[in-house]
């Protein structure tokens, strides 16, 4: 049974970076597949960050490219989400999702941006 | 950059009745590469079809998808009182990976 948890901090001050992790069980990251990040502003849809195949390869949204890296840690089966320079705007549930398809879903987890 | 729209907003039928989703998008999503996905109050969407047609492991037959090209539809044939929800379409054949803005299922 493939699962994803994410886990970083809930609450964050404009300016500082988020950064999130995301565990992997049930299944490899060497394996194959993306591994995507993809967030949701409180009560309104859904937004694709971007992506990490397993030999890094990395994909992000246009709009947030220049404060977004994606990363991958083979040895602990984990991949990760950095968003510098965070505002109010980027308060949301980020969720850590396999594949394209986006087969498997984490629970997400909420951040909350506020000074 | 694939802009999806769904349509109704909001659907409001009884449980048994049909319910019949739209996504359209602005230009063809290549080898139909369009996912539905539920997403109840609270809790983490989860796939329902992928490749526009085909239901993922566990789903229940009466959820079908359809369509090609720029126009798609999401079917679910008897309302059960666990399917009211919203439901996303999401297109995955271009960078950047792209939603639509859901359409919401409530009970009438």
């Known amino acids: 049974q493939v699962q994803l948890q994410e886990s970083g901090p809930g609450l964050l001050k404009p300016s500082e970076t988020l950064s999130l992790t995301c565990t992997v069980s049930?299944?490899?990251?060497?394996?194959?597949?993306?591994w995507v990040w993809i967030r949701q502003p409180p009560g309104k849809g859904l937004e694709w960050i971007g992506a990490?195949?397993?030999?890094?390869?990395?994909y992000y949204h246009p709009s947030l490219k220049s404060r977004v890296t994606i990363s991958v840690d083979t040895s602990k089966n984990q991949f990760s989400l950095k968003l510098t320079s965070v505002t109010a705007a980027d308060t949301a549930i980020y969720y850590c999702?396999?594949?394209?398809?986006?087969?498997?879903w984490g629970q997400g987890t909420l951040v909350t941006v506020s000074s | 950059e694939i802009v999806l729209t769904q349509s109704p907003g909001t659907l409001s039928l009884s449980p048994g009745e049909r319910a019949t989703l739209s996504c359209r998008a602005s230009?063809?999503?290549?080898?139909?590469?369009l996912g539905w996905y539920q997403q109840k109050p609270g809790q983490a969407p989860s796939l329902l079809i992928y490749?526009?047609?085909s239901r993922a492991t566990g789903i229940p037959d009466r959820f079908s998808g359809s369509g090609s090209g720029t126009d798609f539809t999401l079917t679910i044939s008897r309302l059960e009182p666990e399917d009211f929800a919203v439901y996303y379409c999401h297109q995955y054949a271009d960078s950047p990976s792209t939603f639509g803005p859901g359409t919401k299922v409530d009970i009438k």
């Open positions: 490749g526009a047609s």
């Open positions: 990490i195949f397993h030999s890094g390869n990395t």
């Open positions: 230009q063809s999503v290549t080898s139909n590469y």
């Open positions: 999702v396999r594949d394209h398809v986006l087969d498997y």
């Open positions: 049930g299944y490899s990251l060497t394996s194959g597949y993306y």
